[in-house]
């Protein structure tokens, strides 16, 4: 009997005992292609030299050293380089344990910067509807997954919500897609007035949508206009790239290609590619100014904070995409990707929608493809295709609620940079199956 408190109490799970490349390998030998790197997680795959080395010098050098006593130069190093590549002024970075601490984190200071400039009556954040921003309480609160919250919404403070930009489900027949993400936009704007945008701190996005509705991405110009909008009354924007930042899209922040740059943006999974628990927000120079020349302390912290061996072993993976040119890989591997997708379910019944961008795609399922009416909850299809797909040697992000947390049902994949032609062939081929062995047994 095993004593670990899993997440699932009654969950049969095999034990992974190695990892090489794109593939896990479980104790009795089976291989498993990493089709979604976990949760988005090991973009630069497993067991990769330079990692390792990165590692093994620094747990020699220095294992720990709490940051309220010293800095590290691992940790000096990575901001640096995150510093360097980031958009505009996001030059200064606070280190956390992951993605749920960096939302957290990031709460907070927007908080304490209307504080720090004299604006103590902004405490509301307004968010979007079928969003996830991580599973503790400040998070939880401000995410849209009403699957997630429900058990704890006595416990949260609640966000604001608009509707999501989401294409598929929202746009009008007679609209074009840029107006149709004006519309979404406006939407910011309408809640402000509502609120009163004085009593307003941040709104807070994903560039594109990760678990929660499958890898929707923001339509041309949404972004832009959020930025306006946030801009005029005086808020922050806070982006949340946890699991679409760090190369998944293309460019190292998916915030690149709207053409903005965010107040505020929360980083993990892709940041350390899973060698070691870290996560970060970045922060424009006037909110660290701020803070700077008034309190001086960001009341906030964390044990494992700025933790050396893991800004080592997130230096060394960042180095990696950056010297051997995996950036360039996404965008090939993309391209291969979503044409076998498209090729593979352009026609299939139960498939209404090929979304994505980068190494990052979901596929939505229906019950009908004319009306987009989603497949009943009861059918549970994803858990059938992780576990058909699981016995086919693949590993994928099957969800539900996709549309409001009830309904709908999506596939969400996010292979690993390092993926090579032969092995996009071997993922999709695979899907293939499991998808249409799925549906077999559903309709059986």
């Known amino acids: 009997m095993s004593h670990v408190f899993h997440r699932h109490c009654h969950a049969n799970l095999p034990t992974a005992s190695g990892g090489h490349g794109i593939y896990l390998t479980d104790q009795n030998g089976n291989q498993y292609l990493d089709g979604c790197c976990g949760a988005a997680v090991t973009s630069l795959g497993y067991g990769h030299p330079r990692v390792i080395e990165a590692v093994q010098k620094q747990v020699q050098d220095m ?18 380089f995150l510093a360097t590549n980031a958009p505009g002024t996001l030059n200064k970075v606070y280190f956390t344990s992951g993605g749920s601490e960096s939302v957290e984190a990031a709460l907070k200071m927007a908080r304490q910067y209307f504080l720090e400039i004299g604006e103590p009556s902004r405490h509301l954040y307004i968010t979007r509807r079928q969003s996830y921003h ?16 429900e058990p704890f919404a006595a416990i949260m403070t609640d966000a604001h919500y608009i509707d999501p930009c989401y294409a ?12 149709y993400g004006q519309r979404m936009a406006n939407q910011l704007e309408e809640k402000l007035l509502e609120l009163g945008p004085e009593n307003v701190a941040a709104f807070v996005a994903e560039p594109v949508v990760g678990a929660t509705a499958g890898a929707v991405p923001a339509v ?3 972004l832009k206009r959020i930025r306006e909008i946030c801009d005029q009354y005086g808020i922050l924007l806070i982006l949340d790239e946890v699991m679409c930042g760090m190369g998944r899209t293309g460019t190292l922040f998916a915030c690149e290609q709207d053409g903005i740059e965010p107040d505020l943006i929360t980083l993990a999974k892709g940041l350390g590619a899973g060698y070691q628990p870290i996560g970060a927000v970045m922060v424009q120079q006037r909110i660290f100014d701020a803070i700077s020349s008034g309190s001086g302390f960001f009341q906030h912290g964390h044990t494992y904070m700025g933790h050396p061996v893991a800004c080592a072993a997130a230096l060394a993976v960042q180095q990696t995409i950056q010297d051997d040119q995996l950036l360039n890989n996404v965008k090939q591997m993309s391209t291969k990707l979503f044409n076998r997708l498209h090729h593979t379910f352009a026609d299939h019944p ?3 929608d090929i979304r994505g961008r980068g190494l990052f795609a979901g596929i939505e399922l229906v019950a009908d493809r004319d009306s987009k009416q989603p497949l009943p909850v009861e059918s ?14 693949l590993m994928c992000y099957p969800m539900s ?8 049902h999506h596939i969400l994949l996010a292979p690993p940079f390092i993926i090579n032609d032969t092995q996009i062939d071997e993922l999709v081929d695979k899907l293939e199956i499991a998808v249409n062995t799925s549906f077999k047994k559903l309709q059986a």
């Open 350 to 352: 139960y498939i209404g």
């Open 168 to 179: 598929y489900r929202g746009q009008h027949p007679n609209e074009s897609e840029f107006e």
């Open 401 to 408: 609620g996709t549309i409001n947390g009830r309904d709908g």
């Open 380 to 393: 549970s299809i994803h858990t059938a295709i992780k576990a058909e797909a699981m016995a086919k040697g």
């Open 134 to 149: 991580g599973n503790t309480l400040g998070a939880l609160g401000v995410g849209g997954n009403q699957w997630r919250r």
């Open 63 to 80: 294992t720990f050293a709490h940051t309220g006593f010293f800095t590290s130069e691992p940790a000096e190093q990575l901001a640096d």
């Open 220 to 222: 041309t110009g949404y």
